[in-house]
C-alpha cells in the first residue's frame, strides 16, 4: 500500500496519523507539487482530481482524505474509530464536511496565504477559521470527542488545520476546550506529529 504524500500537507498527514494510530504500515512516496508531479497520468490514473493525498492499494487507487479515512477504517476493520451505527456515522460525516468545507475555507486557506504566499483572501479566511473554531469550543465544552466516547476519523479529519492555526497567524488562546482537545489527541497512543503543530505546553 503506497500513500503518496506531502510533508506539510494537513490532509496528507490525516492519512498518515490513522495509519500510525493503528499501526498499519504504508509505503510514502513523496509528491513534487511545484515540479506538477500530481498531474502527469501515472498520477491521474489513481486519483483523477490530480491532488494529494492518494492512496494506492494493490490495483485500487483513492484520491481525498476522508475517503480515504473511512477506506482505511473499512478495509482494517476499525469499528473504534469508525463506528457501525447509523447515527454515529451520520455524525461522522457531519465533522467530514465540516473539514472539508468551513476548516478548509478558513483555516487551511489562511494557512496556505501565510506559509505559502497563497492568492486567497486572508481577511475571509480568518472570518470562516473564526466561525468554525467558535463551533468546534461550544461542542467541545461539553463533549471530550467529537462523536462518541472516543476518538474517531472525525477527530483525525478535523484536528490537522486547527493544531496548524500558528501556521495560519491565529491564536487559538481564546479556545481553551479546542486546546484540550488538542492535547487529548497528542496523548494517543503511538501519536505523530508533524512539523507547524502548536507546542504541547500552549495546548494546556
Not at 482524505?65 to 482505511?72: K, R
Not at 472525525?154 to 490537522?160: E, K, Q, S, T, W
Request: aromatic share 10%.
Amino acid at each position: 500500500m503506497k500513500l503518496y504524500d506531502l510533508e506539510l500537507s494537513g490532509n496528507c498527514y490525516k492519512i498518515r496519523l490513522f495509519l500510525n494510530l493503528i499501526q498499519q504500515p504504508v509505503e510514502l512516496v513523496q509528491v513534487n507539487v511545484l515540479k506538477g508531479e500530481q498531474k502527469t497520468p501515472e498520477f491521474t490514473a489513481i486519483n483523477p482530481r490530480a491532488q494529494i493525498p492518494a492512496l494506492q492499494d494493490g490495483d485500487f487507487g483513492l484520491g481525498d482524505s476522508h475517503a480515504i479515512l473511512v477506506y482505511l477504517a473499512e478495509k482494517f476493520a476499525r469499528d473504534d474509530w469508525y463506528p457501525t451505527e447509523p447515527e454515529t456515522r451520520a455524525r461522522i460525516q457531519f465533522w467530514l464536511s465540516i473539514s472539508a468545507n468551513e476548516m478548509a475555507r478558513g483555516l487551511a486557506d489562511a494557512r496556505l496565504v501565510k506559509l505559502f504566499g497563497a492568492g486567497l483572501d486572508y481577511e475571509r479566511a480568518t472570518q470562516t477559521a473564526a466561525t468554525s473554531l467558535t463551533l468546534l469550543e461550544h461542542h467541545l465544552q461539553n463533549h471530550n470527542w467529537l462523536v462518541g466516547d472516543g476518538p474517531t476519523i472525525a477527530d483525525l479529519a478535523v484536528f490537522p488545520y486547527v493544531a496548524l492555526a500558528g501556521d495560519a497567524h491565529i491564536d487559538l488562546n481564546p479556545y481553551p476546550a479546542v486546546r484540550a482537545w488538542i492535547t487529548r489527541i497528542y496523548d494517543l497512543p503511538n501519536f505523530l506529529s508533524m512539523p507547524g503543530q502548536i507546542a504541547a505546553e500552549q495546548t494546556v
